[in-house]
């Protein structure tokens, strides 16, 4: 078996997002957004630098996109997702 760590946050532990990105989001795992979203071309182009490549879920994102230059989704200011 599988030694497994579980976490629960009370009421008071969780946080309010900043208004000003994320109005009426609440989270508690992340540092200050509700979503992390992350490029495949950047994961690409960070682990062509490294000795030892690192996966993606080093780095949690929970929106992983495709098809974009390296690092293009830092000047992204609005994505949208349709079907």
């Not at 976490?7 to 900043?18: A, G, K, Q």
Request: net charge negative; hydrophobic share 35%; aromatic share 12%.
């Amino acid at each position: 078996g599988e030694c497994l760590l579980f976490m629960l946050f009370t009421e008071s532990e969780i946080r309010p997002t900043n208004p000003k990105y994320a109005q009426g989001y609440k989270i508690t795992f992340t540092d200050c957004f509700p979503f992390l979203i992350a490029s495949q071309g950047s994961l690409d182009a960070q682990n062509d630098l490294l000795k030892e490549h690192v996966p993606i879920n080093r780095f949690r994102p929970n929106i992983l996109v495709d098809g974009c230059h390296p690092y293009a989704e830092d000047l992204w200011k609005t994505i949208k997702i349709n079907k």
